[in-house]
Nanobody, 126 residues
Framework: QLQLVESGGGLVQPGGSLRLACAAS????????IGWFRQVPGKEREGLSC????????EYLDSVKGRFTVSRDSAKNTVFLQMNSLKPEDTAVYYC???????????????????WGQGTQVTVSS
């Protein structure tokens, strides 16, 4: 069974950093596009970035460009979201998701993402 599990969320001060992990089981992250998203209660879920099978990144949200980056560790079968220079407005539940139908390519349209993790809370506050 394909499954994604996020971890690494928590409370951090403004200007701080966090690294979120998305551990996959039932499939190989090297062969699948994995995206990162976030959602604030009452608002639509936002797409942040995605890593293709080739390793190329697609970046979707201007407000996190240059601060957030996606990477993966094949040995751990895990994709990471490194978040630097965090701001209070980055507070949200963060999700990872996998696209299994586009031959390793990412999608801006969230409906293409087949499998989602349970989410991890990130709170940026002093």
């Amino acid at each position: 069974q394909l499954q994604l599990v996020e971890s690494g969320g928590g409370l951090v001060q403004p200007g701080g950093s966090l690294r979120l992990a998305c551990a996959a089981s039932g499939f190989t992250v090297d062969n699948t596009a994995i995206g990162w998203f976030r959602q604030v209660p009452g608002k639509e879920r936002e797409g942040l970035s995605c890593i293709r099978r080739s390793g190329v990144l697609s970046e979707y949200l201007d407000s996190v460009k240059g601060r957030f980056t996606v990477s993966r560790d094949s040995a751990k079968n895990t994709v990471f979201l490194q978040m630097n220079s965090l701001k209070p407005e980055d507070t949200a539940v963060y999700y990872c998701a996998a696209v299994t139908r586009l031959f390793g390519f990412c999608a801006r349209n969230q409906s293409y993402y087949d499998y989602w993790g349970q989410g991890t809370q990130v709170t940026v506050s002093s």
